[in-house]
């Protein structure tokens, strides 16, 4: 058995009867999701650009890098990642480095997001959704990495791709 | 209108006709979870525990640090970590740092993970539900870090918490 119970605008929800392997048959909830791809833009002044944007599932503002959802299934992630740094945070990079990837709920959706850092950023026209509310900040990467601690940060892919960063770049 | 299309075993689904604080009137679908917690297990010779899951949603067995849903939303979320790390990896602790917190899905869903270092491990018994598939590891904690880049460690509560660990002890 294996139903789509809801068909919606970002997820489909799928109900469905799987044998695990260890034998246990058992009905799982989970939800597709066609991927994203997030972005940390590193300024040459060690600054990066993080966005203040409305959550409504969580009921508040969060810090969050630029960050977006594939086109579709298969969409290059790069590809994804520069037109999401360009729409939310109105930046272009010559330089991708790719930080790994995240499966954000794999419990029950198979979301994974694609972490990049970029650099040698300049400006480009910023375009944002209807229903985006995001203010542009800048911050120091160091002021940026401090507020993990003090859970003042708690998206997961900005936490994810901001220690990744600093890890790699020995910050 | 806010309407519970689809009430499950792990997450409740809803639609809701929101106002955003910029004015725009928008029909959301998100889910509602209890929160949960997760876990490094430190041992005293820089080895962590950590678990090989399969994870039906994502079609393949993962890393991942010990980790568990609350018993209800308001559950005390270090309760909740002591518990999955005994119930899972089969491990007390005497120390507990707080590492942060992660929204996985702020876009569309209201869990929170509580991060947490434990150290001071000893022994206990170990008790799996019948669904989880669960094998238990031990790695280095730098051999952990660099399944990151590799992107052979992504499940998203284990590289915060893993790259929150190394960055609070300097390791």
Redesign the interface.
Known sequence: MRKT??E????N?I??D?T???G?V??????THPGASAVVPLHDDDTITILRQ??????QY?W?VPAGKLDRKGEDPLACAKRELAEEAGLAAKEWT????????????????HLYLARSLEPVEQHLE??E?IEVHRMTLQEA?AK??T?E?????T??AL??A???LGK
């Open positions: 119970v809801y919606g605008r970002m997820v929800l109900v469905e799987v695990l392997p260890n246990v058992t009905r799982l909830e989970f939800m409305y959550r409504h599932a969580v009921g969060l969050e790719k930080l790994g990837s995240i499966y954000t709920t794999p419990g029950f959706c198979d979301e994974i997001i209807r229903d509310v990495l993990i601690p859970e940060i708690r998206d997961t892919k936490v994810g220690l990744a600093a890890r790699m």
